[in-house]
């Protein structure tokens, strides 16, 4: 009798993809699969999180009567923990730590570099929309792994990851990660009977072009005319054209993103004049913006800050802020007419 088959798991997918690359020393391979542990275990922390609102008896302890951390810090400590001993990593970067995070010295080091969003979107997990963790993968360039790492080593525009991707937790947990060089984009989705992500989405490819515009329009008001024109011509019926673009804003970044790579189509978060510490608008370019340029690269799309390609932007500083017009390749290219004033 046949076996019932699990599919392709993501371990098998990453070794398969380690052999095709002769100099692959396994190192990569740890790497994601301490990742993918860190994610599995948030993912349970999150579909758990309206649960223990309803069980725990304060809403601040949770069953187990620990104390219930914000769900962001706690999944920022689960990844530190779990990356920090893997010994191939020199530092890590957090979208919820202003400096670099460094590796113990009880654990050995390696010459790779993690930055990530630990969980982003988090204000959105009580209402129950999907959140996400975005990492992006570097290799140190120079120095060796005993020496102690540089801010400037890290700072490497985003061409330089040697991956890329993120996590969604959302009706399913899904992975869906490149590890570049024109290798593809692929999905897998976690099957919690099995505790393995599974092969859901082989080779995703972004169409050329799109019927979705995703920006948050309140922000109208603190954009330049440039910006305005380019969101108000979305919503200008041309039929030659295939608008009005259909209006999709999730406010949960990994959501907006995932739902435009599988379907097409643009996500903008402009530079406004709402904040005047955030003029760059409020995504940030090495831990959301880069590691999601990388994965719509390898997916036939484009990302761009308005005026040329995100990966190409040399950061810095670690926390820099940038704006983003991402997703299919015509319509980012469109937008960045718009924005660099080159449109007729
Ligand atoms: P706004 C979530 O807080 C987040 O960082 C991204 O996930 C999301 O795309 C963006 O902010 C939403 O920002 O200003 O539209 O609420």
Redesign the pocket.
């Known amino acids: 009798m046949k076996t019932q088959g699990v599919g392709i798991t993501i371990t098998e997918h990453i070794l398969r993809q380690e052999r095709q690359n002769p100099r692959a020393t396994g190192a990569f391979t740890t790497l994601i699969n301490e990742l993918i542990v860190a994610a599995k275990v948030i993912s349970r922390e999150v579909n758990k999180a309206g649960l223990v609102d309803i069980l725990g008896a304060t809403g601040r302890i949770n069953v187990q009567g620990e104390r219930v951390q914000k769900l962001d810090i706690f999944a920022n400590q689960i990844i530190i923990q779990r990356m920090q001993h893997v010994g191939q990593l020199c530092c890590m970067g957090s979208e919820e730590d202003p400096d670099l995070i460094e590796i113990p010295p009880e654990y050995p080091k390696g010459d790779y570099i993690i930055v990530f969003d630990p969980l982003?979107?988090s204000?959105n997990i009580d209402v129950n929309v999907s959140i996400g963790t975005i990492f992006g993968i570097y290799k140190r360039e120079g120095g060796s792994p005993n020496s102690d790492i540089l801010l400037s080593e890290v700072l490497q525009p985003g061409i330089k990851q040697v991956a890329a991707g993120y996590f969604i937790y959302g009706s399913s947990t899904m992975m869906v990660y490149t590890t570049a060089k024109g290798t593809g984009v692929h999905g897998f989705t976690l099957f919690p009977s099995v505790g393995e992500f599974l092969l859901s989405h082989e080779n995703i490819r972004i169409p050329e072009k799109g019927k979705i515009y995703s920006v948050?329009e309140s922000n109208y008001q603190y954009w330049d005319n440039r910006t305005r024109a380019l969101v108000d011509y979305f919503k200008t019926p041309d039929r030659k054209t295939g608008r009005p673009y259909t209006s999709r804003y999730v406010?949960?970044?990994v959501a907006?993103f995932h739902r435009n790579l599988l379907k097409g189509g643009i996500f903008m978060?402009p530079a406004d004049k709402k904040d005047p510490r955030k003029p760059s608008g409020?995504l940030r370019l090495m831990v959301e913006a880069n590691p999601l340029a990388m994965v719509v690269k390898e997916a036939g799309g484009y990302a761009s800050d308005g005026h040329g390609p995100i990966l190409e932007i040399d950061p810095g500083e670690l926390h820099q802020r940038v704006p983003l017009y991402i997703g299919s390749k015509k319509d980012v290219e469109l937008a960045e007419s718009f924005i660099s004033g080159s449109a007729a």
Do not use: A
Request: aromatic residues 10%.
């Open positions: 982003d979107g204000s948050n406010g949960s970044l907006d978060y409020k």
